[in-house]
């Protein structure tokens, strides 16, 4: 199974839609999860008429920054969108290819550090409810875990950093190396 996890900064020009449907195309995911659209609900609604063989579902932005989106093939796989808040969506896959249900939770995390600690905490208890299942954990938290992370900017230790080393901590969260990303977490 393909997952993609996607910060696309936002995607409300056409040259940004064929940008990501070429994308798509390219790398033949089964599901994408999308950071930071910068979309309301009918702009995403007329994204995805553009992509017939896709199903999705969004998150409205608040003002002019956040958004989210989980999109899928479903000859593929099968979503339940279960929980759809500003700053992280749940949902319930089953993969037809291995024959697996998991759960997903894609995240876009605010910049301010009370919103942040409060997003976690909101993610910690659905993580805690779902102690006994796979949950895979993605997306884009807006945070540090080490200062060599960080290019410019203060540099010293942050409220959000040690927030978000405690976060990782306390949910058994690891990062998972890949050949082509980074700040990938997984439980």
Not at 89 to 100: A, D, E, G, T
Not at 109 to 122: F, S, V
Not at 129 to 136: G, M
Request: with cysteine; glycine share 10%.
């Amino acid at each position: 199974m393909k997952l993609i996890s996607w910060n696309v900064r936002g995607c409300n020009a056409l040259e940004k839609h064929c940008l990501i449907k070429d994308g798509l195309e390219q790398m033949k995911p089964d599901l994408v999860c999308f950071q930071e659209t910068k979309m309301s609900l009918e702009e995403a609604e007329m994204l995805l008429k553009g992509w017939r063989s896709w199903k999705g579902f969004f998150a409205s932005v608040v003002g002019s920054s956040g958004g989210l989106g989980i999109i899928w093939n479903p000859i593929l796989i099968k979503v339940e969108e279960l929980i759809n808040a500003h700053s992280w969506q749940l949902c319930k896959i089953h993969s037809f290819s291995i024959n697996y249900d998991f759960f997903l939770i894609n995240i876009y995390g605010p910049m301010k550090t009370n919103l942040q600690l409060e997003t976690w905490k909101q993610v910690c208890v659905i993580l805690n409810n779902l102690s006994q299942e796979l949950v895979v954990l993605g997306g884009n938290f807006n945070a540090i875990l080490d200062l060599t992370d960080k290019k410019g900017g203060n540099v010293g230790i942050t409220a959000s950093q040690v927030g978000f080393q405690n976060y990782i901590a306390k949910n058994g969260l690891r990062e998972v190396k890949t050949n082509k990303g980074c700040f990938i977490w997984s439980n």
